[in-house]
């Protein structure tokens, strides 16, 4: 499974970053190779849209999961008809949530 999360930093002890479109960068991390990918925001200083330009990268990427403090109402309408799984996180490290998420305590979105 493929994991996207925003994060403050590219790596895996950085913390989430709860500003989903707008969050530094975004983590991908496999579960099943246990490797990560670290893509820096290139929507960051983007004016409007970020939400949805983030989900539309989430989905190329193959991302099977997202999480995010709240997904907006334009990012939903990408992700779900893309079956991507969602969950709710926040103020935690990365690594945290991949090991939340993969022990099956994170709280579905």
């Given at each position: 499974?493929?994991?996207m999360?925003?994060?403050r930093g590219d790596k895996l002890d950085?913390l989430?970053?709860e500003r989903?479109?707008r969050?530094?960068?975004f983590i991908?991390y496999d579960?099943?190779?246990?490797?990560?990918?670290a893509?820096?925001?290139?929507?960051l200083n983007?004016r409007?849209?970020v939400?949805?330009?983030?989900?539309?990268?989430?989905?190329?990427?193959?991302?099977?999961?997202a999480?995010?403090?709240?997904?907006?109402p334009?990012?939903l309408?990408i992700?779900?008809p893309?079956n991507?799984?969602?969950?709710?996180?926040?103020?935690e490290?990365?690594?945290?949530?991949?090991n939340?998420l993969?022990?099956?305590s994170?709280?579905e979105?």
């Amino acid at each position: 499974m493929k994991i996207m999360i925003p994060s403050r930093g590219d790596k895996l002890d950085s913390l989430m970053d709860e500003r989903y479109g707008r969050a530094a960068y975004f983590i991908i991390y496999d579960t099943n190779t246990n490797s990560f990918e670290a893509i820096k925001n290139p929507y960051l200083n983007d004016r409007g849209g970020v939400g949805v330009s983030v989900a539309k990268l989430c989905v190329e990427k193959g991302a099977d999961a997202a999480v995010a403090e709240h997904f907006g109402p334009n990012t939903l309408e990408i992700l779900k008809p893309a079956n991507v799984k969602l969950f709710q996180a926040s103020g935690e490290a990365v690594k945290d949530i991949v090991n939340k998420l993969q022990n099956g305590s994170l709280k579905e979105f």
